[in-house]
């Protein structure tokens, strides 16, 4: 396993392979409470077997609010556009943690590779 820390977001890559996926996620653009359209995602060393993104949200800070998350398409973009998905974005009486699980799955829907990121919301 791999973390890294930048710019106060812990990006946790878990990989088989040589490298390991990374994500990101940028919250520019997203309304205070309730977005139900997915923030930017950056990708890095996606599986190039991948052919589906599988992505969920959890609230470390209320983990049994349902917040979902959605699938895409992946077809080699190192980025998700804001609204790839819609889900139940976050609306935190403070500053709460969202940790993102992104999965890479290969044509028979195999989990090939997945990633963490870590990102406080709302940022301040």
Known sequence: MKAILISGVLAIGLTTGAHAMSVSVDWKGTSECFDTESPIFRLKDVPKK???LRLN????????YPHGGGEVAY???AQLPKAAFRYTGPCPPGVHSYQWSVEA???SGQLIDA???VAPFPLK
């Not at 949200?57 to 049994?64: G, K, R, T, V």
Request: charged share 30%; aromatic share 0%.
């Open 115 to 117: 990633a963490k990121v």
């Open 50 to 52: 991948a052919v589906k």
């Open 105 to 107: 799955l290969d044509a």
């Open 75 to 77: 077809k080699g973009q």
């Open 57 to 64: 949200m959890i609230d470390l800070d209320a983990p049994n």
